[in-house]
């Protein structure tokens, strides 16, 4: 039995052949996943301060109220702010996702 030399090739690899380039490339996307989601769960953590506050200043004009047909208005006003506020927040949040998970034209 003769013992057969193995050579070592050059390094031509490339992305697709899934050697150290490669493992390096895909560790690169990986580090930028928990700034991307640090940032995204950020301006969630935002808009729920923004909720909140909005929920305390409904609650004290709600304890002003003289009246009921007051009080419909209060909440009236109440919920059709939060819908809109929320809606916008969501196209927000969807934006930030959007830009997090696509590949900018530059790269």
């Known amino acids: 039995m003769s013992a057969?030399?193995?050579?070592t090739?050059?390094?031509?690899?490339?992305?697709?052949?899934?050697?150290?380039?490669?493992v390096m490339a895909g560790l690169?996307?990986?580090?930028?996943?928990?700034?991307?989601?640090a940032a995204y769960f950020g301006d969630i953590l935002k808009g729920a301060e923004t909720q909140m506050r909005r929920h305390a200043d409904f609650l004290g004009q709600l304890s002003r109220c003289k009246d009921l047909?007051?009080?419909?208005?209060?909440?009236?006003?109440?919920?059709?702010?939060?819908w809109t506020e929320g809606a916008?927040?969501?196209?927000?949040?969807?934006?930030?996702?959007r830009k997090g998970s696509l590949p900018s034209a530059d790269s």
């Open 4 to 7: 057969d030399k193995q050579t």
């Open 9 to 22: 090739k050059p390094s031509t690899e490339t992305l697709a052949t899934f050697g150290p380039a490669a």
């Open 28 to 37: 690169d996307i990986w580090k930028a996943q928990p700034v991307a989601l």
């Open 69 to 82: 047909p007051e009080a419909i208005g209060v909440q009236a006003g109440f919920v059709q702010d939060v």
């Open 88 to 97: 916008r927040q969501m196209q927000d949040a969807l934006q930030a996702v």
